[in-house]
């Protein structure tokens, strides 16, 4: 038997309330903390090890035994630095193009399953905790409505079960094709793009009226155009059947959590970019709300607040691949800044919000009671950050500018759902974009994960793009842990997981996956791998009802913006040994950048 103690924290000093015989120590026992503060209540935004937070106390003992004679300080900072281990999950791919095999084909069949398997098994020897998986509508809904085949991804489950991993599962109500890294092409049910034959307005719809039929227009969410059903009773009924069909998988722990897609690439945005229609890096985009069922609420919210006047951009917002300055929306002192603008940008980014909130309040009704997190994503637009209109936000739904924090609000909206916040671009760092696109990665990703943070959510996070560079990998741990390891308490800045883009022959080349491996280990603070690293930091618990319905007023107070958590130049646990490849490619991104 062992001799513990309860013990708080007051600032950094450990101090013991009493002791506790105890014996028995399991993993499912690890202390678990709550803020308190014995003079005030704990205000909104507050988050574990961040801010001004006066105590720390535990809600639970230990109740275990460890091995004979360890002493009960030192297991305690061991279980510490355990909360400094981030997951890592690595995105399968869909296509022939990265692997070398599909493994879910268009028609819904498990292609290759025993190289797909070795595949895995290779994965799996680096450590990493999981993977991460679209589950396509477009695949699995594809013949008729309500008529669910599951079989290739119960197939695809159970090898990823085999093989020890967990699972990320992305309800994946958009194509694949279209987007940035998109090779193949997986439209959405054949029977709902039928429905937008004579109904195109189904699609979000540009200026110039070209549709885009990469998923729904949030205007359709409440119109019963699908045999019956609206957009948002299809997506639940599509949750509930996979929920039904995979309870197994769910009871088993194998599912970590629920990305539940929200617009174009599964991301909380319109369709602002497309490749399909022919934009290039930098553009700004244009606005997505023609349909008639948006420019139909337009006019019925600029009537309300007595504009029946006001009309939504036109040619003065520019095309897609404009530049803010040669338009007269975006331009220094554009029309985004008028009153009228003011009062589309609102609208236009107020819907998307509400869009998100209610998708994800009925995932929360199909899921509640597993135990598993749902998390929305958000996409990295990281070029024209430093231009006073940032132009490419505000065209995809992100009313984000120097004096107003677009990221917060939809970070409140998430808390509701105590949903994780997914973003990407952490690998990014400004001097890698031509100096032209006025783009800040780095800034962006503080800026985002910080307005999590202080809406006491958690943050996750994935690269935009493919690298296998020791600069990349570093800048992505300098992401996960701002604040760097903290080896006698957990960190103050930790996000909850990191899923790497993406699975391919490429990763796997005997150099590369040498790197990975390190960069797997210092996402793990150096620790041996943990099988449920949760327990150590925010236990993953059951899901409980969302909160109620936080008013769009009470929303847009979080707008106000704030300095972004202070993050430190480097990371403290790089992946070391830089060999001439990185840094001719550092240097040569350096240079891009001084002459673009």
């Not at 797997?520 to 409980?544: C, G, Q, W």
């Amino acid at each position: 038997m062992l001799q513990t103690s309860y013990v708080k924290y007051i600032g950094t000093e450990r101090t013991t309330l009493f002791s506790h015989d105890v014996k028995n120590f399991e993993p499912k026992e690890r202390w678990q903390w709550r803020l308190s503060n014995s003079a005030t209540p704990v205000p909104r935004g507050a988050f574990p090890f961040v801010g001004s937070i006066k105590r720390l106390e535990t809600v639970r003992a230990l109740t275990s035994t460890t091995p004979s004679g360890l002493n009960p300080r030192i297991l305690a900072q061991i279980e510490d630095k355990e909360a400094n281990y981030v997951p890592v999950y690595v995105m399968l791919p869909q296509s022939l193009f990265y692997l070398q095999l599909d493994i879910i084909s268009t028609e819904n069949q498990l292609e290759k399953p025993e190289e797909l398997r070795e595949k895995l098994k290779t994965l799996k020897s680096a450590d990493v905790d999981g993977v991460m998986l679209d589950v396509w509508w477009g695949i699995v809904e594809s013949k008729n409505p309500k008529m669910y085949d599951w079989s290739a991804y119960r197939q695809l489950f159970g090898i990823i079960k085999e093989q020890g991993l967990k699972l990320q599962a992305i309800m994946s109500f958009h194509q694949c094709g279209g987007n940035i890294g998109d090779i193949i092409y997986i439209p959405i049910p054949k029977w709902v793009r039928i429905i937008g034959m004579s109904n195109p307005d189904i699609f979000y719809t540009n200026k110039g009226g070209a549709r885009n039929e990469e998923c729904l227009s949030l205007g359709v969410d409440d119109q019963p155009l699908f045999f019956g059903r609206t957009a948002i009773q299809m997506y639940r009924d599509y949750m509930m059947s996979f929920k039904e069909n995979m309870k197994d998988f769910l009871d088993a722990g194998l599912i970590s959590d629920i990305e539940v897609g929200l617009g174009p690439a599964g991301e909380i945005r319109y369709p602002s970019y497309p490749e399909s229609q022919g934009w290039v890096y930098p553009g700004i985009g244009e606005f997505q709300c023609y349909d008639k069922y948006l420019q139909e609420d337009f006019k019925a919210a600029a009537a309300k607040v007595g504009h029946p006047e006001w009309k939504l951009p036109g040619e003065d917002a520019g095309d897609y691949n404009d530049r803010p300055s040669s338009t007269k929306f975006f331009r220094m002192d554009g029309s985004y800044i008028t009153e009228e603008g003011k009062f589309f940008l609102t609208w236009y980014s107020n819907k998307l919000i509400v869009h998100a909130d209610r998708i994800l309040d009925e995932a929360n009704k199909v899921f509640m009671g597993c135990k598993i997190k749902l998390a929305a994503k958000v996409a990295g637009i990281h070029w024209w950050y430093f231009h006073p209109s940032h132009a490419a936000e505000l065209t995809a739904g992100y009313y984000n500018l120097t004096d107003r924090d677009g990221y917060r609000p939809i970070a409140r909206m998430l808390s509701r759902h105590n949903a994780i916040l997914n973003f990407t671009c952490v690998e990014m760092q400004n001097y890698e974009h031509p100096r032209g696109a006025k783009s800040g990665p780095e800034e962006l990703v503080q800026q985002v994960l910080s307005a999590g943070w202080r809406e006491g959510i958690q943050v996750a996070c994935e690269n935009a793009l493919s690298r296998y560079d020791r600069n990349a990998y570093n800048q992505i741990l300098k992401n996960v842990r701002p604040n760097g390891v903290n080896k006698i308490a957990p960190s103050k800045l930790r996000v909850f997981a990191m899923t790497y883009l993406r699975l391919s022959d490429r990763l796997l080349e005997e150099n590369n996956f040498s790197i990975f491996k390190i960069f797997v280990r210092k996402m793990h603070a150096d620790l041996d791998f943990l099988p449920n690293s949760d327990k150590y930091f925010i236990p993953i618990e059951t899901m409980a009802r969302s909160k109620p319905e936080i008013p769009i007023e009470d929303l847009l107070e979080a707008t106000k913006p704030e300095k972004p958590y202070p993050f430190d130049p480097e990371t403290d646990m790089p992946v070391g040994g830089d060999n001439l490849f990185d840094v001719l490619f550092m240097l040569f991104g350096k240079i891009k950048s001084i002459f673009t």
